[in-house]
């Protein structure tokens, strides 16, 4: 199904760009969530090593792109580089963040949603959502719908499929389904449908502790099943107009997002992998998502080392994608028509 069956989780980044060096010149990339040391900052760096047309870095916080700009900058003098802030867990912010890029595009080719917070305790954001479904899930959902008439441009004049919209996910997505009934996380696990309640197995719980209703994994495992949904949606919605979206577990990589961490959590976080990749190797499997001429098809939803996988049932469930579509329209209050009469 991929190029590269070879590939797979010592793979860097890097290697996955000279081997699709075709499929980066004079394209426009799109990577939202980019700070030193970061996946987001791995991904650019690969990427810009490859003469794109334009590279545009969204993330929340403008010195710190500013920092990788000018790294890359340092290397690649002639390359066109911009960078936008925004605040994923703000909405007015993700509007104000989008006009920026559809002014600075005239279409995009790759958009990568990167950018995702992890917490210990219940946080929500200034629109009253619970802070890790409304920065890693709604904020992307709207970012990427105002973004699509870009999409769609570079779909129009690029070989089917080749137009991709990442979604950086994780494996944490199997800990949680979405939670229809108490996204916000107000209720017990009880007082929910039991399709709706974490994962659960011998010796392994993720039920709050008495009297509580917030568990920080349940609620990031969420916000990651969301990101797979997405992809699902898209793809079902937008293959016929060329677009393909594909839903990337990086593996397991000591960054900045562990930072809220306490450390219970921390501890609990040290435990889940037995191979550490560096930054380089944990963007390989997105690039391959972004670029690989041979996933152009809308069955792909989903990549983990380098190659095709099979996500969580939760996450690869249409009803639950289109469940989710319009839970996500009615929390931005807009509603997003993909049927080709609604395109350009
Ligand atoms: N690292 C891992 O082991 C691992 C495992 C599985 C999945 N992932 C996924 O990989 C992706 C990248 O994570 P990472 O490890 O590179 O983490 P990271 O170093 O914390 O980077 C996350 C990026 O997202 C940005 N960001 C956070 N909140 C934002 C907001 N509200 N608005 C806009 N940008 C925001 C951060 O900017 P600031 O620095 O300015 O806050 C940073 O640039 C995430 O989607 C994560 O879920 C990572």
Redesign the pocket.
Known sequence: MVSHTEFDRHTTATTVAQAFDDNIRDKTVVI????P?????SMTTALAAHSPSLLIL????RA??EKVVSEVKSKHADLRIENVE?????LD?IRKGAEQINSLAKQIDILI??????TSSHEFTQDGLELQFG??HI?PFLLTNLLIPKLLASAQKSSPGSTRVVN?????HVISPIRFSDHKFQKRPEDIPSDERPMSRPGVSFDPPPGETYVPFVA?GQS?TA?ILLSLYLNQHLSDAGVQSIAT???????????NLDEKHLAM?ENT?TFW?D?DQ?SATTLVAALDPKLNDPKVIFLNDCQVAEPAEWASNANAAERLWKLSEEIVGQKFELSPSNRL
Do not use: F, M, Q
């Open positions: 939202v969530g980019v700070s040391k970061s996946l987001g900052e969204a993330s929340r916080t710190k792109i925004l605040d994923l867990s703000s912010s949603n990167n950018a995702a917070v992890v920065t890693n904020g950086v996910t994780s494996l944490g990031y990651k990101n577990h990086p593996g397991s990589i000591w960054t900045d997002l562990s930072r976080i992998s990749k930054i944990g």
